[in-house]
T-cell receptor, first 114, second 114 residues
Framework: DGGITQSPKYLFRKEGQNVTLSCEQN?????MYWYRQDPGQGLRLIYY???????QKGDIAEGYSVSREKKESFPLTVTSAQKNPTAFYLC?????????????FGPGTRLLVL | AQSVTQLGSHVSVSEGALVLLRCNYS??????LFWYVQYPNQGLQLLLK??????LVKGINGFEAEFKKSETSFHLTKPSAHMSDAAEYFC????????????FGIGTKLQVIP
């Protein structure tokens, strides 16, 4: 079955630690996205990538970094510079056709701070 | 710039009653509009989308939404609520044409009372 997988489901971060969230898709989509979800705030865009080896900052990129070395993979690193990382993180992907673009979401990773 | 307003962060309905979740948008160009559903600790699933074809859009699970340009609205309805409809619902908008960022509303939690 085609879809998006995120791992781990739960992740714990210690003070000063960088952690990496995995996102993999087998939908053959060109574009991939990372969102942060906090209660009562909807989804906020962290980073997005429309093509391999290229990515752009979203609305809240500070304290996060990404890479896009393969079409299928778009990992997100939460760095120690992100002072309030506790949230639910959602990865999404879509085709590059702007007239058909629908974003499909993974199951999410919940990040908690120890 | 575009924005989405979801009126009512929490909505309660009785089982079998009409479900009406409100969404108003603003967009400087013709929009594409989406409704997503999210069950606890899961990703978002697309319910339906409007992309400038028919103004009445039918989606999964018996939901539908009507695009009303004059009212800048895209309200989600279902004639008869089921217990399984209890979830959080997100309205989203993006301008049509070319790559454009998707903007999500803050979400409406639907409670279904037996």
């Amino acid at each position: 079955d085609g879809g998006i997988t995120q791992s781990p489901k739960y992740l714990f971060r210690k003070e000063g630690q960088n952690v990496t969230l995995s996102c993999e898709q087998n939908l053959n989509h060109d574009a991939m996205y990372w969102y942060r979800q906090d209660p009562g705030q909807g989804l906020r865009l962290i980073y997005y990538s429309q093509i391999v080896n290229d990515f752009q900052k979203g609305d809240i990129a500070e304290g996060y970094s990404v890479s896009r070395e393969k079409k299928e993979s778009f990992p997100l690193t939460v760095t120690s510079a992100q002072k309030n990382p506790t949230a639910f993180y959602l990865c999404a992907s879509s085709t590059s056709d702007p007239y058909q673009e629908t974003q499909y979401f993974g199951p999410g990773t919940r990040l908690l701070v120890l | 710039a575009q924005s989405v307003t979801q009126l009512g962060s929490h909505v309660s309905v009785s089982e079998g009653a009409l479900v009406l979740l409100r969404c108003n948008y603003s967009s400087s160009v013709p929009p594409y509009l989406f409704w997503y559903v999210q069950y606890p600790n899961q990703g978002l699933q697309l319910l339906l989308k409007y992309t400038s074809a028919a103004t009445l859009v039918k989606g999964i699970n018996g939901f539908e939404a009507e695009f009303k340009k004059s009212e800048t609205s895209f309200h989600l309805t279902k004639p008869s609520a089921h217990m399984s409809d209890a979830a959080e619902y997100f309205c989203a908008v993006r301008p049509s044409g070319g790559y454009q960022k998707v903007t999500f509303g803050i979400g409406t939690k639907l409670q279904v009372i037996p």
